[in-house]
């Protein structure tokens, strides 16, 4: 089982929806969540991070988090196509030593 | 603010050869890692740094190496360049439980 996992996509959304990005982690003691996204050819930047179980917005950007279910979201309300990326979730995992661990990412398109 | 720096930003290897990989940040970081990323894919962690004086592997450190030679560099090492190094490597940089800044990445090519 890997330690990140997201829906590699694409998952295709009109202009002005709400797109809705998941991931899940194995590790239950994982405190700190990201949301990186990454234009192709280029580094990825952050969108959001969350600590704490519940919501967290930001903008056209909210993150969730349920710690017992091992699950974070990232929804992007009133898509553009300039949204249109690949989004990566990262967990840093306990244990110690700090590692952050990334999914495989989920490719977004925003269509006019 | 140069954050994380990168060098170089390109390279191709011969299949055989070695190189290092250089990584800086100036920002006080303990926290440093290398990633791989292949078309399509994620980032995958080869190695990290909790604090100077210490690395660790990650998911995939087959064929590589790394050294921490203060608090602001982390390099990494390919001893012998295979083909499926091939990649696009990414180091960043972070502190304690906030978020890593990454640098610009370099982009290998072994043939």
């Known amino acids: 089982q890997k330690e990140v996992e997201q829906n590699s996509g694409p998952l295709s959304v009109p202009e002005g929806a709400i797109a809705s990005l998941n991931c899940t982690y194995s590790?239950?003691?994982?405190?700190?969540f990201f949301w990186y996204r990454q234009y192709s050819g280029k580094s990825p930047e952050l969108i959001m991070f969350?600590?704490?179980?519940g919501d967290k917005e930001d903008g056209r950007f909210t993150a969730q988090l349920n710690k017992a279910s091992q699950y974070v979201s990232l929804l992007i309300r009133d898509s553009q196509p300039s949204d249109s990326a690949t989004y990566l979730c990262?967990?840093?995992?306990?244990?110690?030593?700090?590692?952050?661990?990334f999914g495989a990412g989920t490719r977004l398109a925003v269509h006019p | 603010n140069a954050g994380v720096t990168q060098t170089p930003k390109f390279q191709v290897l011969k299949t055989g050869q070695s190189m290092t990989l250089q990584c800086a940040q100036d920002m006080n970081h303990n926290s440093m890692y290398w990633y791989r990323q292949d078309p399509g894919m994620g980032l995958r962690l080869i190695y990290y740094?909790?604090?100077?004086?210490?690395?660790d592997k990650g998911e995939v450190p087959n064929g590589y190496n790394v050294s921490r030679l203060n608090k602001r560099e982390f390099s990494l090492r390919l001893e012998s360049a295979a083909p499926s190094q091939t990649s696009v490597y990414f180091c960043?940089?972070?502190?304690?439980?906030?978020?890593?800044?990454f640098g610009s990445g370099t982009r290998l090519t072994v043939v």
């Open positions: 590790d239950r003691g994982s405190q700190s």
């Open positions: 990262a967990v840093l995992v306990s244990g110690g030593y700090n590692k952050l661990i």
């Open positions: 740094s909790a604090s100077e004086g210490t690395t």
């Open positions: 960043a940089s972070s502190e304690a439980a906030q978020p890593a800044t």
């Open positions: 969350i600590y704490s179980n």
